[in-house]
T-cell receptor, first 108, second 116 residues
């Protein structure tokens, strides 16, 4: 079965602290993994996808097939990073399967 | 135009009403999607259209009826809804890759629906 697990509902850090949002997946094949972000009162938007291997807004994510993980990391959190983050998986079909999301709160 | 637009932003309807949600994109994307999102929950896929044909229906009740009149437009017709159908309805679109599988999805701002 295809599944995405985000174990933390809420992650709170202070500005300047490192951040790691966890994502584990279950999929028998080669999935495509994404991180989507939803800022307050804004639309859901793509942050990262694993095949592009780029850094966006200081965030990076590496696909670890051995651990079936795609954790999102940023070395120094900023207040404007406060948002809801969803990890998502795309398999053989056009379906995008979302995790339950992690709310990141960055305090000043 | 690089955005997905949705109208209306808000909709309040009674259980006997018939209404429609509209989604539009001019990015040349050939896959379009409807999602339902309840508060503090992830989006749940409802329907997928690929090249204007319905390709995925996630066992959605028949009171929700999708329509894709052309490659830029996607409608969701609503009839005899229940209060538990109140949610944010999101539309998304994506390119279809060379393998026939959809690419990154781009989301609209959503229509907040309240069923009384």
């Amino acid at each position: 079965a295809q599944r995405v697990t985000q174990p933390e509902k809420l992650l709170s850090v202070f500005k300047g602290a490192p951040v790691e949002l966890k994502c584990n997946y279950s999929y028998s094949g080669s999935p495509e993994l994404f991180w989507y972000v939803q800022y307050s009162r804004q639309r859901l938007q793509l942050l990262l996808r694993h095949i592009s291997r780029e850094s966006i807004k200081g965030f990076t994510a590496d696909l670890n097939k051995g651990e079936t993980s795609f954790h999102l990391k940023k070395p120094f959190a900023q207040e404007e990073d406060s948002a809801m983050y969803y990890c998502a998986l795309s398999g053989r079909t056009d379906k995008l399967i979302f995790g339950t999301g992690t709310r990141l709160q960055v305090f000043p | 135009d690089t955005e997905v637009t949705q109208t209306p932003k808000h909709l309040v309807m009674g259980m006997t009403n018939k209404k429609s949600l509209k989604c539009e994109q001019h990015m040349g994307h050939r896959a379009m999607y409807w999602y339902k999102q309840k508060a503090k929950k992830p989006p749940e896929l409802m329907f997928v259209y690929s090249y204007e044909k319905l390709s995925i229906n996630e066992s959605v009740p028949s009171r929700f009826s999708p329509e894709c009149p052309n490659s830029s437009l996607l409608n969701l017709h609503l009839h005899a809804l229940q209060p538990e159908d109140s949610a944010l309805y999101l539309c998304a679109s994506s390119q279809v890759g060379l393998t026939g599988k959809a690419d990154t999805q781009y989301f609209g701002p959503g229509t907040r629906l309240t069923v009384l």
